[in-house]
């Protein structure tokens, strides 16, 4: 596609409730990035994937985050039993390969937590 | 530990006057430092990005100025529109492992017109 495309826009979910969200990157970009942007709190680093492998998990805050990306394409990242502090705008990031710095972000998902 | 400081986290600017956003940077290992510009609802935008090679880069009225050995670098934009109003946002990353970038906290632009 010609963007980064991420859905749902706007999520809101019961405390405790799953919730998934995916990320389409642009066609191509073997990189790809979520991150988690809370309000005054800029943009922080979730997870990295190179093709369909996630070298760099460290920025997942606890083990009721989890990510998959399939086909070198689309991925999800997956809250479980979700908390109110989960509440924030997640967004997804991709750039062609290793070396290329041009992030392109999606317009994110809004989740809150009620 | 914040790895990228930014500040002001708020500037209000006449139309035409020049905006300047500051940050600074304890990681040796950065060798890539982007601005992104973000308005609400929208992902950020990638603006403008310096290597520690340069000094200064400059892209119509966005310009970086880069001071490695004070580890610091600021974004200057000269003429501020009203349409420059947005959320700012530096950042720095480096060649090793993920290549993830660290963000500062933002910085809200507000021109006046």
């Known amino acids: 596609g010609a963007g980064v495309s991420q859905s749902p826009s706007n999520k809101v979910t019961e405390k405790g409730k799953d919730v998934e969200l995916r990320c389409d990157p642009i066609?191509?970009?073997?990189?790809l990035y979520w991150y988690r942007q809370s309000l005054g709190q800029g943009l922080e680093f979730l997870i990295y994937?190179?093709?369909?492998?996630?070298?760099?998990k460290s920025g997942l805050p606890s083990d009721r985050f989890s990510a998959e990306r399939t086909g070198g394409s689309v991925s999800t990242l997956t809250i479980q039993r979700t908390q109110q502090e989960d509440s924030a705008v997640y967004l997804c990031?991709?750039?062609?390969?290793?070396?290329?710095?041009?992030?392109?972000f999606g317009s994110g998902t809004r989740l809150t937590v009620v | 530990q914040q790895q990228v400081k930014q500040s002001p986290q708020s500037l209000i600017v006449q139309k035409g006057g020049i905006s300047i956003i500051n940050c600074a940077y304890e990681?040796?290992?950065?060798?890539?430092f982007p601005w992104y510009q973000q308005f609400p609802g929208k992902g950020p935008a990638l603006l403008i990005a310096?290597?520690?090679?340069?000094s200064e880069k400059k892209e119509g009225r966005f310009t970086i100025s880069f001071n490695k050995s004070a580890k610091q670098f600021s974004l200057h934009i000269m003429d501020s529109q009203p349409g420059d109003s947005a959320t700012y946002f530096c950042?720095?990353?480096?060649?090793?492992?993920?290549?993830?970038?660290?963000f500062g906290k933002g910085t809200k632009l507000t021109v006046n017109p």
């Open positions: 994937f190179q093709g369909n492998s996630a070298p760099d």
């Open positions: 990681n040796t290992a950065f060798d890539y």
């Open positions: 310096i290597r520690p090679d340069v």
């Open positions: 066609s191509g970009h073997t990189a």
């Open positions: 990031a991709s750039r062609p390969d290793r070396g290329n710095y041009g992030y392109t």
């Open positions: 950042a720095a990353s480096s060649t090793d492992g993920s290549e993830k970038l660290v």
